[in-house]
Each structure stands twice: as C-alpha cells, then as structure tokens.
C-alpha cells in the first residue's frame, strides 16, 4: 500500500478548523469531525487559490467580513459531497416501478395529483431517474397534475442539475431504450429531453431552513444527505417529512441511514430503507 501524498499548502490551526466547520454546522447540519480535517484542507486550499488569498487567518477574514454571506455559500458548495449517479440503489427504483407507482398512476389518471420530491438531488441523477422510472409506465405524466420537485443545499448542484447535461459516462445506467427516449445527443454530451424536463421543478433548499410548501407529497428521496448530519438534526428531517408525506406516501433513504427517533411511530417499513407514512395523524406540524 502506498502512503497518501502529503497536503501541501497553508497550515490550518484547531481554532480554525473549529470556525470553519462551526459554520457549516450552522448553514447545513453537516458534522464535520476531527477526523476529516484532512479533507477540508484539501478542498478549501483550491478555494483559497481561487481567492489569492495567502493562508486560513485571511480566510477566516473573508468569512467575517463584508463578502462573508457569499463566501458561506461557496464554503457550503466546497465542503458538501456530491457523488451520485443515476438509479444508484436501484432497488428504489424498482419498488417505484412495481410497487409504489402503479397505484398511485391508477388515481391520477382520475383526477388526483402526484407530488415526488427529490430532497438532496445532488447534480440531478436521482430526481431524472425518478421522472424516467415514472414515464416508462406513464408515458402521458405530463397531460395529468404531476411534479417532480428537486431541491440541494448547493447553488452549483441546483444549477446543474436543472441545466440536465450529462456525460456519456454518467449515463452507463440508464439502458439504451431510455437514453435514445429520454436523451438528446448534443456537442458535449446528452441532455434530458424537454417533456422530462416539464416534470420537474428545482430549487435551492436547506433541508433544515422552513420549506416553502403546504401540499402533501406522496414520494420522498432523501439519500445519503442525513449520513453527515447529527442525530437530532437528522430525527427531527424524519420527523418533517412524516408530516409533509399524505398517508401511504413513501419515503426512501440511502443505504446506510434508517429511520430513527420520534418520526417512526408514523411510518411502517416497506422494504430495505423505504419506510411507508401510516395513517396515524400528527398532532401538530413538527418545527
Ligand atoms: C452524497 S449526495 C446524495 C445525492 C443523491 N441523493 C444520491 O443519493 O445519489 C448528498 C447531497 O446532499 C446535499 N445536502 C447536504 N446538506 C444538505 C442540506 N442541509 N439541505 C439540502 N441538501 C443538503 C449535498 O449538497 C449533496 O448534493
């Protein structure tokens, strides 16, 4: 085994890390320990490159001052982890397409809405999978209520996500009948074609701020966000979503997180990190 390349660059004290990732906590819930030091340096050295800024004291400066709300967003776009990739998990996307669908898809088709909320849409892989899992069934989607919303902490995820441009590469997953039905050659890659993209609605959205939606959903992805959060941060997302899911709605998680805490008493699991939202009622909306 090889030793990893040293990190070259300016030093970053204990009081500076703790700022910094103090900060974070604050604008996203991410808990960034000890432990991952390593990797913020890494990604904050481009950053401070970028600035011609000479070491962390002058960063911190940045933070603090007059340009301090925009460089947190730039921070927050540095220090979130955007992998992703299409029907990544794609046992999700199979209970979409025999299980959670097809019912849903019956009463739509009489009349009611169909709301799918991708949470930590990332560079927009999930929320596309999502739409593409719904039109293979439900080819005529777009003639009936149906959205699909995509939201990310990440101005630069949103922005990509909602411009839909992919890599040939990115799109390994998705089989040759969806690409040439769902996909546009162009110069530098393929692009979702315009009746998905009429599906979709994105959003810059911090899943701890006040969500600006009243209605009820029936789909919830929130995959391998709520991993770096802490736990009463992460509860307490569980416990938003039970209450903005209509009863029967489903929400999904990533592979390694589980629905934990108060939120579980309105759920039944349904499958491997799909939970289903029971009819108990809430008492009143979680805050
Ligand atoms: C690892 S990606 C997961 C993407 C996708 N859900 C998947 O599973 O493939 C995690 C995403 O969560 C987003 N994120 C992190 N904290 C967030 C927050 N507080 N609110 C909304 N999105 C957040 C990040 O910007 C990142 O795009």
Request: charged residues 20%; hydrophobic residues 40%.
């Amino acid at each position: 085994m090889t030793a990893a390349a040293p990190i070259t660059g300016p030093e970053l004290s204990v009081a500076q890390f703790r700022k910094i990732a103090d900060l974070l906590y604050k604008d996203s819930g991410i808990v960034l320990s000890e432990a991952k030091r390593s990797l913020l340096v890494a990604r904050l050295n481009k950053r401070l490159r970028t600035l011609s800024l000479p070491d962390y004291g002058a960063y911190c400066n940045r933070l603090d001052g007059p340009d301090g709300q925009e460089e947190r967003r730039h921070l927050l776009s540095a220090l979130t982890t955007n992998v992703t990739a299409f029907f990544r998990e794609n046992h999700h996307f199979q209970s979409l397409l025999h299980e959670v669908l097809p019912p849903m898809i019956r009463e739509v088709r009489q009349g009611r809405k169909l709301r799918l909320w991708s949470a930590a849409c990332s560079s927009g892989e999930e929320p596309y999978s999502m739409a593409i899992t719904l039109l293979d069934i439900f080819p005529d989607a777009g003639q009936h209520d149906v959205l699909i919303l995509a939201t990310d902490i990440d101005p630069v995820m949103v922005g990509r996500a909602q411009q839909g441009l992919y890599d040939p590469e990115a799109l390994r997953p998705v089989n040759s009948t969806q690409r040439s039905k769902f996909f546009n050659p162009v110069s530098d890659g393929l692009t979702i074609r315009p009746e998905v993209q009429r599906l979709m609605r994105f959003a810059e959205l911090n899943l701890h701020d006040a969500w600006p939606f009243t209605g009820k959903f029936d789909i919830i992805f929130c995959r391998n966000a709520a991993i770096y959060f802490d736990t009463p941060s992460r509860q307490r997302l569980w416990h938003r979503f039970g209450h903005a899911l209509a009863p029967g709605g489903s929400l999904f998680m990533g592979h390694s997180e589980r629905l934990d805490g108060p939120a579980c008493q309105y759920f039944d699991s349904a499958g491997t990190t799909h939970y289903r939202r029971n009819s108990l009622p809430y008492p009143a909306a979680p805050v």
